[in-house]
């Protein structure tokens, strides 16, 4: 498959579906997995490229259900940064491509990192609150790779991993939360702030190291270790329903007296830049789509829809809007296509 094909389709994460999708975007959950033996970070390009072949072969056994097999040395920086903004790859990965792969599988839920900071990052991604689902999905997906490879494991430390917060379980479970009325309170800082008291870790929207960008955040599970499975989805559910809720009561308090008039006319002002701006900014673009958003997900009757705006949140982005023009855009051409492309979609809904 040709990445610019893959516009084409829709990325069923970010649909406009499942539990809590009014402020939970998405559900990923991640398992590390190593062979027996040195891990990436210590190896030369000779042993990478043999693993690398050794584990598309794996990941073709495994039987992925319309799996797309990219070898990131292949692809140019663009493509690699499609997969970064698609949430597929990582910004580590993209950055030192040489032996390193994705797999990507059907509707782009299940998706494989090989050769990262770990042999394997298997994860599953999802639309709305779906952990356990998404857990039972990429659980499959290891017993069948577990079959065919001799995965690294200690009875005393469970699952050896290239960082120690991932040890243990191997497994990362993280929400894609969607907090502009707490951030618009005033609140948000303080509740991220408690987060870690509860275990969990806040990052920005393509994960670890990188900025919070129209109001998204990524809560997941700080360690993998000392705790089953089970036990850091439950307590990661938990903080997410709470998170929810204050979010939800975020919006409220926002509906009612002088804020109401206030937020109606921030919300109304996005709407009228975003259909007549002849230039847009990436990260202005998903200010004002956030604001559209919070206002659809509240069940406003505004000239759109959350499946609209959920789409445009990933279509904006940088690499997607260079596939699109099927070259590498200056800035000033990146930010006119995304307005012309805001414009259209947002007429055609």
């Known amino acids: ?16 579906e499942g539990p809590q999708h009014e402020v939970v975007m998405s559900t990923r959950v991640r398992l590390a997995r190593n062979l027996r033996g040195p891990f990436p970070g210590h190896i030369g390009p000779h042993t990478l490229k043999k693993t690398l072949d050794h584990a598309f072969n794996a990941l073709k056994l495994a039987d992925i259900k319309n799996a797309a097999f990219f070898k990131m040395g292949d692809l140019d920086g663009t493509d690699r940064e499609f997969l970064v903004e698609r949430h597929l790859a990582s910004p580590l990965l993209a950055a030192h491509p040489a032996q390193r792969g994705v797999v990507v ?5 299940i998706v494989v990192m090989v050769n990262e900071e770990d042999h394997f990052r298997l994860a599953a991604l999802l639309p709305g609150q779906q952990l356990r689902t998404a857990h039972a999905s990429v659980d499959r997906l290891d017993d069948r790779l577990s079959s065919v490879l001799d995965f690294a494991f200690r009875d005393d430390l469970g699952y050896l991993t290239a960082c120690p917060t991932n040890l243990g379980t191997g497994m990362r479970a993280s929400c894609l939360v969607h907090l502009p009325a707490l951030g618009m309170t005033g609140a948000v800082g303080k509740l991220l702030d408690g987060l870690g008291r509860a275990g969990l870790i806040a990052r920005g929207l393509y994960g670890e190291g990188t900025k ?9 599970n700080a ?7 089970g036990e850091i989805l439950a307590a990661l559910e938990k903080s997410v329903g709470a998170v929810c809720a204050r979010e939800n009561e975020a919006r409220e308090a926002l509906t009612s007296g002088p804020a109401k008039i206030r937020l109606e006319d921030e919300l109304h002002r996005s709407l009228a830049l975003l259909a007549s701006a002849r230039l847009l900014p990436f990260e202005e673009c998903q200010h004002h789509l956030s604001r ?3 206002g659809l997900a509240m069940g406003w009757k505004l000239p759109s829809d ?5 789409e445009l949140t990933l279509s904006t982005q940088p690499a997607h809007l260079d ?9 000033l051409d990146r930010d006119a296509l995304r307005a012309s492309l805001v414009r259209r979609r947002l007429k055609a809904s």
Do not use: C, Y
């Not at 599988?105 to 839920?109: A, F, I, K, V």
């Not at 919070?212 to 997941?220: A, E, K, T």
């Open 223 to 229: 360690t993998g270790f000392g705790r089953t499975e």
């Open 1 to 16: 498959m040709q990445l610019h094909n893959m516009l084409r389709f829709k990325t069923k994460w970010a649909e406009a």
């Open 323 to 331: 596939l699109l023009a099927q070259k590498d855009l200056s800035p």
């Open 292 to 294: 559209v958003r919070l």
């Open 105 to 109: 599988g059907d509707d782009e839920t």
């Open 212 to 220: 919070v960008i129209g109001d998204f955040f990524q809560l997941s």
């Open 306 to 310: 959350l499946s609209v705006v959920n």
